[in-house]
């Protein structure tokens, strides 16, 4: 592995590397690494055993998504199925063919960079829709306030003023139209869609059939 921890030095990746298991954990803590790469044999822990716990303690739950890569000289159909279920991102064994591993630790980087900014984006979608609400709640508070002046004194002798809140009454039921219209079709449209997250396990259960 010391010829493997040369090249992607010498390709710009920043490798920092642990004798066992336990100080993987230690140096996950210390570097807040963008990937993950375990053996599945390691004195004193395996590499399923480091998955285990980074995927589901919480003590780990900050680095629950830094995508893992498990290298392994077992090509054993079950054992590959076993990392995928734990949460690993792609199975190498052992001998190896460097190009291919660089390019099978590109594509792990590519697909969680995606799926990091897909994750962002629904976010950013669920505030747009928090707004919304809020918004739509204030002009419903404001055509209540329209509709207690209308019938004001002060709008009794001032037809110029009268004519104009029933121009923003008319223009606000238009607009509450236009928003249930919209809202009927985006409520189609998040009915079928697929969250992020079970994009995720589906594309992990492809990997284990």
Known sequence: MEFFDLMLSKLGFVVKKASNGLE????????????????????GM???????????????????????????????????????ELGVDDYITKPFNFSEVLARLRSVLRTHDLIDQ???RESRIALYE???VKLLEYADLASNQLVALNGAEILAENM????????CKAEYTSLQKKVAELQEEAQKLKNNEIGVDFLVSEMRKQYSE
């Open 24 to 43: 993987a954990l230690e140096k996950l803590k210390e570097f807040n690494p963008d990937l993950i790469m375990l053996d599945n044999i390691m004195p």
């Open 46 to 84: 395996s590499g399923w055993e480091v998955t285990r716990k980074i995927k589901n303690e919480a003590e780990f739950e900050k680095w629950r998504d830094v995508p893992i890569v498990m290298f392994s000289a077992m090509d054993d159909v079950k054992d590959k199925i076993e990392g995928f």
């Open 118 to 120: 897909l994750k962002k």
């Open 130 to 132: 928090q707004l919304t």
């Open 160 to 167: 110029e003023l009268r004519k104009s809140m029933d121009t």
